[in-house]
Each structure stands twice: as structure tokens, then as C-alpha cells.
């Protein structure tokens, strides 16, 4: 079962606006994983957030978490057309070993 | 290091005809997942191994499907017979620890005819 779920499902933005994604679970959790695929690819790790951590940066992403409200963002600063691809939250709880992914959230970066 | 390599990328088969899915994870790593991936159903987790022991294949969707890790280096995921609904893009994963981060490969582009 499937204890991510991104939200919006879509987005489109326009290059070098940013882009806000959004992830709530049900159950609490070790860490949270925000994963990048572009079409056709891999997925590729972006960040991990530990439970007890609020935020992290890598680079121009910023992810947020808030254990009170089981939820986490993404934050794309200065959107690249390269940024165009699904990005998949997944979750793992503190007596489990397994990634639960969302659905996603597909993201389009209009040049 | 390569990532976790995956072979093949591309696979066109007949129902009823057997599939082999090949995976290299990260050197060093000692656990192995399989996904796969479909718009129906999203990702879904068949099996994990950890030391090369399968520790969880609830996800394996039924008795066609099996898969074995016989060296730190190398797993097989077979189905047997395929069917046309086995269709999706297979991939396999690797981490350090089983909670932390999951290297994926390109994955395998199955179709089921």
C-alpha cells in the first residue's frame, strides 16, 4: 500500500519559477526519501530527511518535514527545463525496512 | 562505480514464453530490492534481499514469479510463464542499509505479447 501521497499531482511551471511539491503519510516514520525520474529513466535519490530533522538543502532543493502534521515538501528554486520529470516521495517507518512510495507528482518546465 | 546495472534494457516476449531480468547492484551494498512500476499501479516492491537472503517477497504476485541473489554481485528475477499483464518496467535497486538510500538502475522495459 502506498503511505505517500504527493500533492498536486501535476504541475507546470515556467522556467526559473519555483516549484512546490507536497508529501503526507499516515504512520510514523524512520526517515522520508524525495526521488527524481526523468521519462523512460531510473529513479534518482534527491534527499533524505530524517524524523528527527525539519530541513535540509541540497543544492537548489530544499525539503521540509513535519512530523506533527506527517508531511513533507519539496521546494525547486530557480526551475530549469532539465527539472522537468516526476519527483516520488517514499517513506520508511521505524520497525521497517521498505521505501513506500507515492504516486507523484509530475512537473513540467515550460523554456 | 557504474550504479546498479540492469539487462536487459529492453525485453519483447510471447505469452507463456520464460523471462530472465538481470541485476548488478553497487559493490558493497548488502541489500538488493526489485520494483516495478506501471501507471496502474505505480512502484510496487516484489522481493528484498539482504545479504543475499531473501528476508520479503510478499510482493512477488504470484508463483511465476521467483527470484534468487546467488552472490553479493548478481540477482535473477524469472517469470515463468509470462503473461501480458507481467508487462512493465522492472528495476532493480540497491543500498547500503535497508533504510537508507536506494541506488536504482535503468530498470527493464517488459512487454508480454
Known amino acids: 500500500s502506498q503511505q505517500g501521497e504527493e500533492d498536486p499531482q501535476a504541475l507546470s511551471i515556467q522556467e526559473g519559477e519555483n516549484a512546490t511539491m507536497n508529501c503526507s503519510y499516515k504512520?510514523?516514520?524512520?526517515?522520508l526519501q524525495w526521488y527524481r525520474q526523468n521519462s523512460g529513466r531510473g529513479l534518482v535519490h534527491l534527499i533524505l530527511?530524517?524524523?528527527?530533522?525539519r530541513e535540509k538543502h541540497s543544492g537548489r532543493l530544499r525539503v521540509t518535514l513535519d512530523t506533527s502534521k506527517k508531511s513533507s515538501s519539496l521546494l525547486i528554486t530557480a526551475s530549469r527545463a532539465a527539472d522537468t520529470a516526476s519527483y516520488f516521495c517514499a517513506t520508511v517507518t521505524s520497525n521497517d525496512y521498505k521505501l513506500s512510495f507515492g504516486a507523484g507528482t509530475t512537473v513540467t518546465v515550460r523554456a | 562505480d557504474a550504479g546498479v546495472i540492469q539487462s536487459p534494457r529492453h525485453e519483447v516476449t510471447e505469452m507463456g514464453q520464460e523471462v530472465t531480468l538481470r541485476c548488478k547492484p553497487i559493490s558493497g551494498h548488502n541489500s538488493l530490492f526489485w520494483y516495478r512500476q506501471t501507471m496502474m499501479r505505480g512502484l510496487e516492491l516484489l522481493i528484498y534481499?539482504?545479504?543475499?537472503?531473501?528476508?520479503?517477497d510478499s510482493g512477488m504476485p504470484e508463483d511465476r514469479f521467483s527470484a534468487k541473489m546467488p552472490n553479493a554481485s548478481f540477482s535473477t528475477l524469472k517469470i515463468q510463464p509470462s503473461e501480458p499483464r507481467d508487462s512493465a518496467v522492472y528495476f532493480c535497486?540497491?543500498?547500503?542499509?535497508?533504510?537508507?538510500?536506494?541506488?536504482f538502475g535503468p530498470g527493464t522495459r517488459l512487454l508480454v505479447l
Open positions: 504512520t510514523s516514520i524512520n526517515n
Open positions: 534481499f539482504n545479504n543475499n537472503v531473501p528476508i520479503d
Open positions: 530527511i530524517r524524523s528527527n530533522e
Open positions: 535497486a540497491s543500498s547500503l542499509k535497508p533504510q537508507e538510500t536506494q541506488y
